[in-house]
Nanobody
Framework: VQLQASGGGLVQPGGSLRLSCAAS????????MGWYRQAPGKERELVAT???????NYADSVKGRFTISRDNAKNTVYLQMNSLKPEDTAVYYC????????????????WGQGTQVTVSS
């Protein structure tokens, strides 16, 4: 199983970006999916998560600005980021709880490779 994240880049304060993360490989079912970020010198922190039924959870710092969504048919999770601030600068990682087989298997956490988001004028 692989998670491929894309969509990062350089954007001015107040701008927008949309991140995507597609899971591929042998996949039977995906439970929760999410986005995390890690700024230089800081620990990785939760940005947003979404359940299979699209219930969402956000960090207080991004509420009202970021929107997480998913397309279960495409095994893909998205993060729409609006009104970006310099403090949003970080490497963004996607994650997913994936079960590969219908029997005798468990949900395991998988991570993408990270995509850089830089907010600067």
């Amino acid at each position: 199983v692989q998670l491929q994240a894309s969509g990062g880049g350089l954007v001015q304060p107040g701008g927008s970006l949309r991140l995507s993360c597609a899971a591929s490989g042998t996949i039977f079912s995906i439970n929760d999916m999410g986005w995390y970020r890690q700024a230089p010198g800081k620990e990785r922190e939760l940005v947003a998560t979404i359940t299979h039924n699209s219930n969402t959870n956000y960090a207080d710092s991004v509420k009202g600005r970021f929107t997480i969504s998913r397309d279960n048919a495409k095994n893909t999770v998205y993060l729409q980021m609006n009104s970006l601030k310099p403090e949003d600068t970080a490497v963004y990682y996607c994650s997913a709880e994936i079960r590969r087989f219908p029997v005798r298997d468990l949900y395991l956490d998988y991570w993408g490779q990270g995509t850089q988001v830089t907010v600067s004028s």
